[in-house]
């Protein structure tokens, strides 16, 4: 079993997707079930009509911030509900986002279990969370560097992370913890490795390995992975393209479809406008974009936001800067929440899916994952 915070969960952790890809129905069924789910913070009013409405003509970025604080709000309660006490409901933040200070406190004012933050380090998470200290506090990381510097700033503010999520940018699915899209396959990644040195590393500083759940991400398909990665050290594991395309993912039945109709040659790195590698489906609109990035980036320039507010801290359309991303992420990722195949911009891990083709209950999936039998419930 995962424990955090005093809670014991089944050591699966779903986790945090955007645009709208893991909101309330998924999160809070995954909860009911026993296990974490994960709402994703951004750009939730797409989830509902009436904000959309509100916002659908609106360049003011004040007033879509605001709605969409207001639709987090409404994900976590509805998950809740779904839950009805059981598990545990986390909200993900990327440190990335313009609204990252705003999407933290907002999570923990509506009552959420976890916060978990990745895309950056969460150096000044503690004190954004300090009046909510039953919040669980967990840092997305891919290294043990990322989780030394992690874990000594936080020494120092009298906090520990309730766990850390190692997530292997080999593997995943949408933005990856490198620099550059090369760097995803260094062995400094790899689960072994980052194992053994988060444990060593515990020793050191004089902490309990106990204290600290490591859950790892990133390309989990297998039962019998669980068992190793459980053997090596880790307490739970982490699915996030996986339980996408369950039942009760978020998304369009055709965000599924594309997904689970990928093949290898299908699946690309590449760089996002976020100046992070990505990975994805080279669908139609991903496949025009890669064959015109070049001349895009050598004809960068700083613009105005084209959807009215901006949900990135830094932009490479926006800011002008060419070694990232030449695209509207928002936008792309919108579309594919809607099942947009021909416009919309599609994460996916780059591993075979534990359900093959399938779509399937996230029950099942849980179920496979730690059971190995893939019978209908």
Known sequence: MLSIKGKSLLPIVQGGMGVGVSAHRLAGTVAGLGAMGTISSVDLRRHHSD??????????????????????????????????????????????????????RQACASGIDAVVVGA?????????????????????????????????????????????VIENPRYAAGHLGAAKPEDVNLP????????????????????????????TAGGIHQHEQVDQLVKLGASAIQLGTPFAVTEEGDAHPDFKKVLVQAKPEDIVTFMSVAGLPARGVKTPWLENY????????????VQECTVG?????????????????????????????????????????????????????????????????????
């Open 120 to 164: 950056g380090l969460p150096l000044d998470l503690p004190e954004l969370t300090s009046d909510f200290p039953k919040v669980a506090l967990i840092p997305i990381l891919s290294d043990a560097r990322g989780i030394a510097l992690v874990l000594k700033k936080w020494m120092r503010k009298n906090r520990l992370p309730d766990a850390i």
């Open 309 to 377: 507010f901006d949900c990135l801290q830094q932009c490479g359309l926006r800011d002008g800067n060419a070694k990232a991303g030449q695209f509207c992420i928002d936008t792309r990722l919108g579309f594919a929440l809607q099942g947009d195949v021909k416009r919309g911009l599609f994460f996916r891990g780059s591993e075979p899916l534990p359900m093959g083709s399938e779509i399937r209950s996230a029950k099942e999936l849980i179920n496979y994952m730690l059971n190995g039998s893939r019978e209908s419930q």
């Open 188 to 215: 400094q990644f790899a689960f072994p490795s980052v194992l053994e040195n988060t444990l060593q590393l515990f020793k050191d500083l004089g902490i309990e390995s106990e204290r600290i759940p490591l859950i």
């Open 290 to 301: 890669l064959s015109k990035e070049s001349k895009m980036q050598s004809k960068a320039h």
């Open 51 to 104: 904000l959309m409405e509100f916002t659908a003509k609106s360049r003011d970025k004040d007033q879509i911030n605001r709605v969409n604080l207001i639709a987090l709000d409404r994900e976590i309660k509805a998950a809740q509900r779904l839950a009805n006490g059981t598990g545990m409901i986390a909200v993900n933040v990327m440190k990335a986002v313009s609204e990252y200070a705003a999407y933290v």
